[in-house]
């Protein structure tokens, strides 16, 4: 008679995990592989159509426009505002602002975006010939120098609005509630962005405005805030009016100079590596002055992410109007010819899980009135905050 060994049972778990670890490989290799070959069925498809209309249309067409088109369309299938097609002079232009070298551009200083086919002014940049001029946020330009846009991405109009410095450029734009075309003939200088700037006002409340949120922002506010100290500094007013956002990392670093814990925002996207938590550090935190932020309509991105974060953590009251409501996360992706795609990534959730996109803040204090009666609505609410200390 034949005899075997009795089977040895402690081998049988690490068997059974290593089987089932080659099973699940060849499931994953399996499903890459149909979303693979579906990819190439889809891009056959593409070129089948693209080689068809180039070469046996009755009329030629260039290779280059068959191609934007295409993937114009393909972007505009996506239904969001925030991504878009960049031609290469576009693509060139958010390199240089991403590096750093267009810190100064001539141009006339305002913030696009393109939301239901239209082109919407986000905010003028404070002090620059669109907002002498007395351009709003949400205002729709529908004309360059009496040309019709429509079809052109924020990037693209961007590059046709600036120019040589002291030309003159006409935007034909559309207001909501106003009756008819507005016309605005503003002349081209060099953008010099003040970033960020502080002034004592009375009693010894202070003024912070942050205009927008490049690479230098956080140490520009502690730089100024330490000043606002050197004077006594007792209640502060953040003036995020007219800021159309900028690098989020910025954001949440003067976000963190005023809070020593919480959420200060979750960025959540469709793949887990998009997803991230942040939250604030007790080093370095403020004294707890009384703090107000001022916003408006031309109040977005990143400056929203700064504002939910004091509101919603009780370190800041909210004085204006409701704000932009963008709230998402753009990455730029190169193509191989110089051109790009902008896609959105992910989207910005508040402390307590409110997305800001399409929706915006809501002010404490709601203050629909000008600058000056803004501002008055936010001192009186230090000062009360003050007696009451």
Not at 157 to 164: A, F
Not at 279 to 301: C, E, I, M, N, W
């Amino acid at each position: 008679m034949l005899l075997m060994d009795k089977p040895d049972h402690k081998y049988l778990p690490k068997l059974t995990v290593l089987l089932l670890f080659c099973v699940a490989v060849l499931v994953v290799k399996d499903v890459l592989t149909a979303l693979f070959d579906q990819d190439a069925a889809s891009i056959r498809v593409y070129e089948d159509a693209f080689r068809a209309i180039r070469h046996r249309h009755v009329k030629a067409v260039e290779a280059t426009d068959l191609l934007y088109t295409s993937v114009r369309a393909m972007v505009q299938s996506l239904k969001d505002p925030h991504s878009e097609f960049l031609p290469p002079p576009a693509q060139k232009q958010l390199e240089e602002a991403q590096s750093g070298k267009s810190a100064e551009f001539v141009g006339v200083g305002v913030e696009l975006e393109v939301k239901d086919k239209q082109i919407i002014v986000v905010a003028p940049i404070e002090g620059t010939p669109a907002h002498k001029a007395g351009i709003q946020p949400r205002d729709i330009i529908v004309e360059v120098d009496g040309q019709k846009i429509e079809g052109l991405s924020s990037k693209e109009l961007v590059v046709k609005i600036r120019g040589p410095k002291g030309t003159q450029v006409t935007l034909g734009i559309q207001r909501p509630g106003h009756d008819g075309l507005l016309s605005f003939t503003l002349t081209r200088e060099k953008i010099e962005v003040p970033h960020v700037r502080s002034d004592m006002l009375e009693g010894k409340i202070g003024r912070l405005r942050i205009s927008s949120f490049p690479s230098t922002t956080s140490d520009k506010v502690a730089q100024e805030i330490k000043k606002l100290r050197a004077k006594q500094l007792a209640a502060l007013v953040i003036d995020l009016r007219f800021n159309p956002g900028g690098y989020l990392d910025e954001a949440v670093k003067v976000a963190d100079q005023f809070l020593s814990e919480g959420v200060i925002v979750s960025v959540k996207g469709r793949q887990k590596r998009e997803d991230k938590v942040y939250k604030a550090k007790k080093d370095g935190t403020l004294p707890d002055f009384p703090v107000v932020v001022l916003v408006d309509r031309g109040t977005a991105s990143a400056s929203e992410v700064l504002t939910a974060a004091l509101q919603e953590n009780g370190r800041a009251k909210v004085v204006g109007t409701e704000t932009f409501g963008k709230g998402v996360v753009g990455r730029d992706f190169p193509l191989a010819d110089g051109s790009g795609l902008m896609l959105t990534v992910a989207e910005y959730h508040t402390p307590k899980g409110h997305m800001i996109e399409k929706k915006g803040i809501q002010p404490d204090v709601n203050s629909d009135g000008p600058p000056d009666v803004q501002l008055e609505e936010a001192v009186k609410l230090l000062r009360e905050a003050l007696t009451a200390r």
